[in-house]
């Protein structure tokens, strides 16, 4: 049986730092202690802004090239691209096949994955199957973000969003590298949380455009409960289709959108802190780029090496919410292996 394993990663994070007090002399008068209130209970205290010229393809491309480099490839060795975003370069086509044309990745096919801030880890078991099942031998995924475009600079909610993006390079194995998948979703709650029109339920109009309803706006609070106590249920339901216990897990990635909401969660698991990854602090809330952006920063921290157990959640408006794990091989491509 063929199985899938991680070869290599990459990740992009533009130079424009944003930090709090940025956005703290710009919420003054709309919402003066929107940030004093949030930063503590996110953890975020900067994010970095892309050039405005750029889209999202321009941060999945130069993610994927640090994946191929370190993994000794060139963009033409791509089979299949998975690319997961919800802050797309246009509502059609697929920015993933765009992401094919920058790269130069001639023989790859290409689709996208829209499930938000649960877009990687489904990218990922989705690649996973297609190696089993398909005769590919190598599939670029990336998670990539840039919803702050999306969004108006003068709503406080845009102390969430920083731009960047992570991939990786997965290829067949002989032993699991790619473990399984459990998934969960809420349909009753996708109004909650989006950008009402521009699709066909409403088309873009003037009126509409007006109204700011072409912006992704929050709407509603989500209930606690949906991440609370929807996460700790996936690494439940995964721990055992997959025989593992919670214990084996030697490093738990999180939507890195709430560093208070890991901490409770991990309360609930049983599990030290210690081996939930953050990075929500050095480059603020990366949506659909996040978890590929920390799987990929605690590699090259060696927080997580060949052999380590590896679950991550996702969750993102809709809301969609997905768990995969894997375990590393060593097959990795090292940071040292890659400057060698």
């Known amino acids: 049986m063929r199985h899938a394993q991680i070869l290599s990663t990459g990740m992009h994070v533009p130079s424009r730092e944003v930090s709090n007090d940025v956005l703290r002399e710009r919420f003054a008068t709309i919402a003066p202690d929107f940030v004093d209130r949030i930063e503590p209970k996110s953890g975020i205290t900067r994010r970095f802004y892309a050039p405005d ?14 994946a191929l480099e370190r993994a000794g490839l060139s963009a033409a060795d791509i089979d299949l691209i998975v690319l997961g975003t919800d802050s797309p370069d246009f509502i059609t086509p697929s920015t993933s096949v765009v992401v094919q044309e920058k790269l130069g990745a001639t023989k790859a096919g290409t689709f996208d994955v829209q499930c ?7 990218a990922l078991a989705v690649a996973r199957g297609m190696i089993a099942t398909q005769p590919l031998e190598r599939v670029l995924v990336i998670g990539a973000y840039m919803m702050r475009k999306l969004a108006d600079p003068n709503d406080p909610m845009v102390f969430l969003y920083g731009d960047g993006a992570g991939a990786a390079v997965l290829g067949p194995s002989d032993e699991p590298g790619v473990l399984g998948s459990v998934f969960a979703a809420d349909g009753s709650l996708a109004t909650d949380w989006c950008i009402a029109a521009g699709g066909t339920r409403e088309p873009i109009t003037k009126d509409a455009i007006d109204a700011g309803r072409h912006q992704v706006k929050m709407t509603k609070k989500y209930p606690p409960a949906v991440n609370d106590e929807g996460w700790p249920n996936l690494c439940r339901r995964l721990a055992v289709q ?8 030697d490093c738990f990635i999180f939507t890195q959108v709430r560093r208070r909401t890991i901490e409770k969660v991990m309360g609930f698991l049983e599990q030290p802190m210690h081996k939930a990854h953050l990075i929500m602090d050095q480059w603020g809330y990366t949506g659909s780029a996040c978890i590929p952006m920390a799987i990929h920063d605690a590699i090259d ?22 768990a995969t794990a894997f375990r590393l091989t060593d097959a990795l491509a090292r940071p040292t292996e890659a400057a060698a």
């Open 242 to 249: 997959e025989g593992f216990t919670l214990h084996d897990v």
């Open 53 to 66: 010229d750029q889209a999202t393809s321009d941060l999945a491309v130069r993610a994927s090239e640090q």
């Open 116 to 122: 938000a801030c649960a877009s990687f880890p489904t």
């Open 301 to 322: 921290r060696d927080v997580i090496r060949p052999g380590s157990l590896v679950l991550t959640v996702g969750s993102g408006v809709g809301y969609n919410q997905c």
